[in-house]
């Protein structure tokens, strides 16, 4: 049962990030206007089961004065309502608390701050952990968000014998990751392949809408468009196993959907994310309602 939307409010961010699986960047297309989102948060409402409405991007602070406006619609709906930023604008603890002082107001429930080594690299003092304390001062929930670059380690190694590699860190292989991140990875055989082990694709409990209306169950994986049918019939008339991608990855994982259209591929893949976002790029062509926008996928729309 769907219980949480979270808006792409905008593709575009400051950042070009090798681990984004949206691909975004400066020159990344795509924003909501206020009037967009409103129409889906009150379809949202006659849902009854939607409680909380999430702003993401991109960076949904780019367009600070529409995000707010949204957040004050979502709260006067009933929602509770979060956002996810890399802080930018936090270029000091003062300067933070006046971006959050609306914020706080406005009696938002979370604030997710991203703060890596894909973001600031090395760096100790970083603009989210100055909007981390002005959260404290506000007394706002905020945590950090913070994505490892993948590592390879060695575990059962016994006298004689040669432990497994695996990967250490909490990269997602899909989008721009999949061009930057995979090399020199351990991969396993295409064939083992055959879950899909993040998103839930039965029951969605939240669901993603970009600036462009697709509803996103995963990253590029869409299930409807919000612009040519309401976000309510959408997922009353959803049936997974009748989704011509969806379908075969619950029958039986990545390793299902190359079988089933026949698509070419590498013998090897780092995992599930990495062989499912491989085969969706080379099927846009053949689904583009369902695997889109292409920007996603690195490609122009």
Known sequence: MLNGIHFLLTYTCNFECDHCFLHCSPSARGVFTLRQMDEIMENAVSMKSVNTIFFEGGEPFLYYPVMVEAMKSARSFGFNVGVVTNSYWATSVDDAVLWLKPLKDLGISYIGLSDDTFHY??????????????????????DFYCIDAPTVKTVGQTKGKKGEPIIGGNTVFKGRAVETLTGGLPKKNWELLRSCTREELIDP????????????????????????????????????????VIGPLLEGGPACLAKTY???HDDQ???????????????????PEQLAPRQVYGLSN
Do not use: W
């Open 262 to 264: 026949k698509v070419p």
């Open 121 to 142: 690299g090395n760096t100790q003092d970083t603009p989210p952990k100055n909007a981390h304390q002005a959260c404290r001062q506000l007394g706002l929930d905020a």
């Open 205 to 244: 409990g939240r669901v993603h809408i970009d600036p462009f209306g697709n509803v996103h169950v995963c990253q590029g994986l869409i299930i409807g468009n919000v612009f040519r049918a309401p976000l309510s019939q959408i997922m009353k008339t959803f049936v997974a196993a009748d989704h011509p």
């Open 269 to 287: 893949y780092v995992d599930e994310c990495h062989f499912c976002y491989t085969l969706r790029k080379s099927l846009l062509d053949e689904f």
